[in-house]
């Protein structure tokens, strides 16, 4: 019940504009739909990890563009997702699309799909949507095939694939009529690496019969791309990384182009003109940019990086870090981190602790040089500490107390 309702909230059920209506009419409305109105959540969503929900600029949220419903919505004044769970219809498409893994399967979420994909090692899955069980054609499955059953009719993105390929050793049909946009390119992401690596197709996608019984043909166990991960606590972007590197070794094979949903690309950094100032690492939340103390540097590992932009928006310095969108590199260093910039502490010039980056504390000095010209104490506590900071500033006016006393 809301008074002076914005566009978007009218097109979600169960909203409803009270301004203009008499107290008797309001409570018709009440009575008319209560008690209790029953319905299932299917999603779970993380607005921590995010990269449209509460964020400073407007970036692109590839869940409300997929949405079949009004279930997801924006609101882009407060750069928030709205949803609607009475309106959600429970196909998974959200989940699929979603970069950083912020949307979740609320049945079904990858921690389980991981474990249950464990049981089918040496039988080639099956996936096949409850809402499609029905209309599905009778057809006799081989010796090794066994169906695995899932929820959503497009909630299958690409960790789900390699999660069922890599833990039963083997193929993956994913059967339905109804498949989306994400999985059908998660699909042919998968099978673009699988090309590179192995020569062959590791899933199939199965629209009707005549293409169900041609997958089952080409379907085999016992391949190459078997593998075993303890994904518990792991990220979206993190599982991915771990398990398509695995895959790849020590190897080279060469780039696999991503599409419009799946993205991967590759930041760059001007040492010369950054500070270090790590915004760039605070507005990366799927840990692609990392500081790390150790050497006071900031790494890449450009396999975490969904190309939001984020980060170059957040940089405070021109023309200092660039994003370049890029395929999925298979060679090993692509799933690793690697140095964009670095630099050494400054230690404070009164007790000698480091408190900042060098290019910092100079930027800052060459910026305030000109205005602390004539007053060489504040020019002093640039290069200090806070606590030294403080204790010359203290000094300095007991100083002129003293000689405003005499």
């Known amino acids: 019940m809301i008074s002076g309702a914005a566009p978007y909230q009218l097109r979600q059920s169960g909203c409803y504009e009270i301004s203009g209506l008499k107290d008797d009419e309001i409570l018709e409305i009440l009575n008319s739909k209560s008690p209790v109105y029953h319905y299932k959540n299917s999603t779970i969503f993380d ?3 995010c990269q449209y929900h509460g964020r400073r600029n407007e970036l692109r949220a590839p869940c409300v ?3 079949p419903t009004v279930a997801i919505l924006k609101n882009d004044e407060k750069r928030e997702l709205v949803f609607s769970y009475i309106d959600c219809i429970g196909c998974g498409a959200c989940v699929s699309v979603c970069p950083s893994g912020a949307l979740k399967f609320a049945k079904l979420p990858q921690s389980v799909f991981g474990e249950i994909a464990k049981l089918y090692a040496g039988k080639i899955p099956l996936l096949i949507a409850e809402s499609e069980i029905e209309s599905a054609p009778a057809v006799q499955l081989p010796c090794g095939v066994l169906p695995f059953g899932i929820f959503g009719s497009k909630q299958i993105d690409e960790v789900n694939l390699l999660s069922a390929m890599q833990e039963s050793g083997s193929s993956v049909i994913v059967y339905g009529a109804d ?13 673009g690496i699988s090309r590179a690596i192995y020569g ?5 996608l199965a629209r009707n019969l005549a293409e169900l019984q041609e997958a089952l043909k080409w379907a085999q166990s016992s391949q190459p791309w078997a593998f075993s991960l303890n994904d518990q606590g792991l990220s979206k972007k993190e599982i991915f990384s771990k398990r398509v590197s695995a895959m790849v070794g020590d190897g080279s094979f060469g780039v696999v182009k991503s599409g419009e949903l799946l993205k991967f690309g590759k930041v760059s950094i ?16 799927t840990g692609a940019l ?4 150790s050497d006071n540097s900031i790494k890449l590992n450009a396999s975490l990086c969904t190309t939001c ?9 021109k023309d200092t870090i660039e994003l370049q969108p890029c395929g999925v590199e298979l060679e090993s260093g692509f799933f690793n981190y690697k140095m964009l910039a670095k630099d050494e502490l400054f230690k404070c010039i009164e007790c000698g602790k480091e408190f900042a980056t060098s290019k910092a504390v100079m930027k800052i000095a060459e910026m305030m040089g000109a205005h602390f010209a004539n007053e060489p104490e504040k020019m002093k506590t640039l290069f200090c500490c806070g606590d030294c900071k403080a204790k010359i500033m203290i000094k300095k006016q007991i100083e002129d107390a003293r000689k405003g006393a005499m």
């Open 47 to 49: 607005p921590a990890i």
């Open 309 to 317: 932009n984020y980060c170059v928006l957040s940089c405070a310095e």
């Open 179 to 191: 498949v989306g946009e994400g999985t059908r390119e998660a699909a042919e992401l998968i099978n």
């Open 290 to 293: 990392y500081a790390d103390n």
């Open 270 to 285: 001007n040492e010369a003109s950054c500070t270090l100032c790590l915004s760039c690492v605070g507005a990366c939340n």
């Open 200 to 204: 062959k197709d590791a899933v199939f």
């Open 65 to 67: 563009e997929v949405c």
